[in-house]
T-cell receptor, first 116, second 111 residues
Framework: DAGVIQSPRHEVTEMGQEVTLRCKPISGHDYLFWYRQTMMRGLELLIYFNNNVPIDDSGMPEDRFSAKMPNASFSTLKIQPSEPRDSAVYFC??????????????FGQGTRLTVV | QKEVEQNSGPLSVPEGAIASLNCTYSDRGSQSFFWYRQYSGKSPELIMFIYSNGDKEDGRFTAQLNKASQYVSLLIRDSQPSDSATYLCAVRGGGADGLTFGKGTHLIIQP
């Protein structure tokens, strides 16, 4: 399996523009997580899905952020409008079952977002 | 608010020595504890997990858990330069599916 695939790997956009990050989880995995990593705040859970249904979006910073999972093989995280403080590395992770030691959450390579 | 605290480092350890990484957490309901390793510019990867009080060994790595003190640690024996990375402590609370991460400890193994 190719692992969790995220695109794009790097994104530079101007403040106010819409940004869409994409994630393809590992086939068969039923949990999908979106995380954001910054130096100041570390790795933060934004939202996660179970069987394509959003379960907990309490980590989404504000209404400018939205996430969807239209099917088991694709998810998007959208920021509209983007702001410089959204600059971070965004990771998608998936797991087969709830993340436990023997059901590891596998991370994608991340999308480095820079908003100028 | 669940919190996971780690010393950011850098922690510098000579090659061949034991590296000791520590983590405290605030949620007493936490049930599962994880250590991830993250190389610069890469994604986190799972090294160890532990559920029960005590020690758990896997090769050169030992995870230690003390729920009463809300404390988790990771020991790396015979440290190698390839162990140089940021180590993230993560906790999963009861009823929750997502992980709460600490900010990580930057470990440097000096040849």
């Amino acid at each position: 399996d190719a692992g969790v695939i995220q695109s794009p790997r790097h994104e530079v956009t101007e403040m106010g523009q819409e940004v869409t990050l994409r994630c393809k989880p590992i086939s068969g995995h039923d949990y999908l997580f979106w995380y954001r990593q910054t130096m100041m705040r570390g790795l933060e859970l934004l939202i996660y899905f179970n069987n394509n249904v959003p379960i907990d979006d309490s980590g989404m910073p504000e209404d400018r952020f939205s996430a969807k999972m239209p099917n088991a093989s694709f998810s998007t995280l959208k920021i509209q409008p983007s702001e410089p403080r959204d600059s971070a590395v965004y990771f998608c992770a998936s797991s087969l079952g709830r993340p436990e030691g023997d059901t590891e959450a596998f991370f994608g390579q991340g999308t480095r977002l820079t908003v100028v | 608010q669940k919190e996971v605290e780690q010393n950011s480092g850098p922690l510098s350890v000579p090659e061949g020595a034991i590296a000791s990484l520590n983590c405290t957490y605030s949620d007493r309901g936490s049930q599962s504890f994880f250590w991830y390793r993250q190389y610069s510019g890469k994604s986190p990867e799972l090294i160890m997990f532990i559920y029960s009080n005590g020690d758990k060994e896997d090769g050169r790595f030992t995870a230690q858990l003390n729920k009463a003190s809300q404390y988790v640690s990771l020991l790396i024996r015979d440290s190698q330069p390839s162990d140089s990375a940021t180590y993230l402590c993560a906790v999963r609370g009861g009823g929750a599916d997502g992980l709460t991460f600490g900010k990580g400890t930057h470990l440097i193994i000096q040849p």
